[in-house]
């Protein structure tokens, strides 16, 4: 089993930054897959980044390329999430993600979650 809290999601201005933070419980962390999904009013939830924990490989959306950094650190068991030139269009619930498998740049088959985190950037 695999709990995750997330942290760091408020209200920002369009073109500021943002910092999202994942804690990980369970012994597993070093090895397992992990990533970030946000989901929209309206809207289903949609992948955003992943980070491989065997090379530490990253896979990001289309929409946040050259945006948004994940990185990890298995000693604190921490996912982060730097979000820069954030847009109107960011605003969302976002969620941590833990398990399932890389296909296609994409994290999928996920079967952990945290609750999730609002971020709202304003125009």
């Known amino acids: 089993q695999v709990q995750l809290v997330e942290s760091g999601g408020g209200l920002v201005q369009a073109g500021g930054s943002l910092r999202l933070s994942c804690v990980a419980s369970g012994r597993t962390f070093s090895t397992i897959n992990m990533g970030w999904f946000r989901q929209a009013p309206g809207k289903e939830r949609e992948f955003v980044a992943a980070?491989?924990?065997?090379?530490?490989?990253?896979y990001y959306a289309d929409s946040v390329k050259g945006r948004f950094t994940i990185s990890r650190d298995n000693a604190k068991k921490t996912v982060t999430l730097q979000m820069n030139s954030l847009k109107p269009e960011d605003t969302a619930v976002y969620y941590c993600a833990a398990g399932g498998a890389i296909v296609a740049a994409h994290l999928v088959r996920v079967p952990y979650w945290g609750k999730g985190t609002l971020v709202t950037v304003s125009s």
């Open positions: 980070i491989s924990w065997s090379d530490v490989s990253t």
